[in-house]
């Protein structure tokens, strides 16, 4: 199946969407201004691919990202134009940033190196560099500490060989020797590695993975073989993975248009049986919905969780379970930030993966005051009256019991409940 970018990039009503100025970057294009670039024979020296931000979007929610094949066809385009007028086997290298140092002892070196390995045969060097997320400069830093050694350090330059690279470079030259490529799945402004490799090229924004882009991406790769998609089979599948992973969502919407064959069609139904409840992700996005104050996207989250289990409420208490664990990493996570550590700090002290202890430090910086330590004794009322032995129909009590004490999260009360005797009492 051919590899298409996840989203087309937004209309804006212009004929060509021109390259424009920004406070972050010094250019910035989208994929159209970039393909009338390239047809024009524009080629510049450094390009950083990396995912466009949601207008709008809460600051407090999870920020969708590309699609990661998205990001690589966008890459694969600018090497076709840049390796016109050369022999892709000898001027092509792809470095993959995940095999360097993330000390940065060595890999920025090999970068460097690359770029001045020019062609005897009048061909550009093209350099990709992939999974560059924890891109920084600092290679090549002296260890000393003391004020005349940074002063003597700032008297020659830049120390980092890739940093002197860019340094070098002329961003307005039309026939550049070597054009870098960067793809990560976000750029960060303020980062001097970023800062430079946009002042040096441009930054090439891809239109991020949402509902409707997915459900767009669905259409677009089913219509050439009669495939119908159901409205709304890209929200359930999105709710159901937990929306948490762009690469997966884009392989798991392959899988089931693949498995609808020609002239077939992805319904809810299809989707509910072959695409099982992610119970990390969920938990992940029924917190943050609270977090949001969001009732409608916990409760269907929510719901998920509930029903994805049997007929008894261990599936209850194992949503609680999960929910309260998360509440407890927080609560330690937020005492450490406020103690001024960082995500490394976290995954040491804690024992946390460096992506839980990077998306926890999110929702702590974005918690307000008491809400945490709020949630934690919602959970434990709810906790103690899952496990009452009194209850009959424990599975639909666990449903409404659980569904209040969200609400008492998301609404900042007590979970004001009474003892009941019976289930019915309960319900």
């Not at 992940?284 to 989250?301: E, G």
Request: aromatic content about 4%.
């Amino acid at each position: 199946m051919a590899t298409k970018p996840a989203a087309p990039a937004a209309k804006t009503g212009k004929a060509e969407a021109e390259p424009r100025e920004s406070k972050s970057f010094p250019v910035i294009l989208d994929e159209r201004s970039l393909t009338a670039e390239l047809a024009a024979g524009r080629i510049r020296s450094v390009y950083v691919i990396a995912s466009a931000d949601v207008p709008g979007r809460d600051f407090r929610s999870d920020r969708p990202y590309a699609d990661p094949q998205a990001l690589l066809a966008t890459a694969r385009q600018i090497e076709a134009a840049a390796l016109l007028r050369g022999d892709p086997a000898l001027d092509y290298v792809k470095l993959d940033y995940l095999d360097g140092d993330f000390e940065a002892q060595g890999m920025h070196a090999l970068i460097a190196g690359q770029l001045r390995a020019q062609s005897l045969f009048g061909g550009r060097r093209v350099v990709t560099v992939v999974h560059a997320e924890a891109m920084a400069f600092g290679e090549g830093k002296p260890k000393a500490r003391s004020k005349a050694a940074k002063a003597e350090a700032e008297l020659k330059g830049p120390q980092d060989p890739l940093e002197r690279a860019l340094a070098a470079v002329n961003p307005d030259d039309r026939d550049p020797p070597f054009v870098l490529i960067v793809v990560t799945q976000s750029a960060t402004p303020s980062g001097s590695a970023w800062s430079s490799l946009g002042r040096a090229g441009a930054v090439v924004l891809i239109a991020p993975l949402t509902v409707s882009a997915l459900q767009a991406y669905m259409a677009e790769i089913g219509a050439p073989f009669g495939i119908r998609i159901a409205p709304g089979a890209a929200q359930k599948m999105w709710d159901r993975l937990g929306g948490s992973d762009p690469a997966r969502l884009r392989s798991t919407a392959d899988r089931l248009i693949l498995d609808a064959g020609p002239s077939g069609a992805v319904t809810l139904n299809s989707v509910e049986d072959n695409v099982p409840v992610d119970r990390e992700a969920a938990v992940w996005a029924v917190t943050d919905a609270m977090d949001r104050r969001d009732v409608a996207r916990a409760m269907t989250v929510l719901h998920l969780l509930l029903d994805s289990g049997g007929e008894g409420d261990g599936d209850a208490i194992r949503t609680l379970g999960a929910i309260a664990s998360q509440y407890v990493q927080l609560a330690a996570v937020s005492a450490l930030v406020r103690q001024g550590a960082s995500s490394l700090d976290c995954q040491r002290q804690l024992g946390l993966s460096p992506g839980r202890a990077d998306n926890l430090m999110r929702q702590a910086r974005s918690a307000k005051p008491g809400r945490t330590e709020h949630a934690l004794r919602v959970l434990a009322d709810l906790d103690r009256m899952l496990k009452s032995s009194r209850l009959g129909d424990r599975k639909q009590v666990g449903l409404r019991y659980t569904e209040q004490a969200v609400l008492a999260i998301v609404r900042g009360r007590d979970l004001l409940l009474h003892d009941p005797n019976t289930a019915l009492q309960a319900l």
